[in-house]
């Protein structure tokens, strides 16, 4: 990507008992941890809450690694009432930046877990792609 070389995770689907439970979510967050640490890594960009909270451990341990968290949809009740999720996310909150893909996404991270996010659109032609009624 621009001569930047990239390297990417792919977690998988998950189903709602995993989401529920979290140990597939954990696994992926110590990989990309695991994979990250020894390398020469600029900037760490999570998607998910797991992977962002083992990239702000790894700004932590790593000074001048950047740490970016997009946040795709609404944080849910079951990510703010369970205790492993809790945890992950107050790890999560700690990366450089958190972004959202919209205001509406951002307002609600910010109500729902005091979360601030800048929003950065995802360059999807509103004109053409609308929601519906």
Excluded: I, N
Excluded at 57 to 70: D, I, K, N, Q, W
Excluded at 109 to 130: E, Y
């Amino acid at each position: 990507m621009l001569g930047v070389p990239v390297r990417g995770f792919a977690r998988g689907p998950l189903d709602a008992r995993q989401r529920l439970a979290s140990r597939a979510q954990v696994r992926f967050g110590l990989r990309c941890l695991a994979d990250v640490l020894p390398r020469r890594v600029d900037v760490w960009h999570a998607g998910s809450l797991y992977d962002a909270a083992a990239a702000a451990v790894a700004g932590a341990v790593r000074p001048g690694l950047r740490t970016v968290l997009t946040v795709h949809g609404p944080l849910e009740g079951p990510v703010l009432d369970r205790t492993p999720h809790r945890q992950a996310l107050k790890l999560a909150t700690r990366v450089d930046r958190v972004v959202c893909v919209s205001a509406p996404a951002a307002e609600q991270a910010h109500r729902a877990a005091g979360v601030r996010a800048s929003v950065v659109p995802p360059g999807v032609d509103t004109a053409a792609f609308t929601p519906g009624g």
